[in-house]
């Protein structure tokens, strides 16, 4: 059974840093392009950022360039965020997912809920 | 960034009947490599999405045969063709064509 377990989210301060994991299991993860996606409760989903299987190219939304960092490590099957000078605006629920194939397979985590609040 | 739009955003639906969403985006879809990544998903209350069809018209593994999508360049369409219970949640199409990928802001089927 394949799962992606994210972990890492909470509580946090304006400015403040987060690291998020996500964890792969039951796939062969490096063939997967994995992704981070938040949406804040009740509202639309919005893609953050994405990495390709070697970790070769990665591209980032505008509203995290620059303040967001993705990266993996395939010996460890997961994938990260770090998210540095958070702001209230970041608050959501973050879902890493993973994709190949031109989408026709693909794998979402439960989510991780992150709040950025003082 | 490609805008999705999709109509309508709320879809009272009576079991047993059809149902259809519309999904259109700002630029074509089609790709260099001639394909065309346009996905929809369906996220249950509570849940992470889960994708239905994607490349325009390929089901997913598991998705029943009662969903359908059709479409090309800017215009797509999701069709289910007798409501079940359980398909009652939010729908999203979403491109995968153009970085950043983009969602539409969902349709929200519930049952009459």
């Known amino acids: 059974e394949v799962q992606l377990v994210e972990s890492g989210g909470g509580l946090v301060q304006p400015g403040g840093s987060l690291t998020l994991s996500c964890a792969a299991s039951g796939l062969s993860f490096s063939s997967y392009w994995m992704h981070w996606v938040r949406q804040v409760p009740g509202k639309g989903l919005v893609w953050l950022s994405r990495i390709i299987g070697d970790g070769s190219n990665i591209v980032y939304a505008d509203s995290v360039k620059g303040r967001f960092t993705i990266s993996r490590d395939n010996t460890k099957n997961t994938v990260y965020l770090q998210m540095n000078t958070l702001r209230a605006e970041d608050t959501a629920v973050y879902y890493c997912?993973?994709?190949?194939?031109?989408?026709?397979?693909?794998?979402w985590g439960q989510g991780t809920l992150v709040t950025v609040s003082s | 960034d490609v805008v999705m739009t999709q109509s309508p955003l709320s879809l009272p639906v009576t079991l047993g009947q059809p149902a259809s969403i519309s999904c259109r985006s700002s630029q074509s879809l089609l790709s260099s490599d001639g394909n065309t990544y346009l996905n929809w998903f369906l996220q249950r209350p509570g849940q992470s999405p889960r994708r239905l069809i994607y490349?325009?018209?390929n089901r997913g593994s598991g998705v029943p045969d009662r969903f359908s999508g059709s479409g090309s360049g800017t215009d797509f369409t999701l069709k289910i063709s007798r409501v079940e219970a359980e398909d009652v949640g939010v729908y999203f199409c979403?491109?995968?064509?153009?970085?950043?990928?983009?969602f539409g802001q969902g349709t929200k089927l519930e049952i009459k």
């Open positions: 490349k325009v018209s």
């Open positions: 997912a993973g994709h190949r194939g031109g989408w026709s397979e693909d794998y």
């Open positions: 979403m491109q995968g064509t153009h970085w950043p990928y983009t």
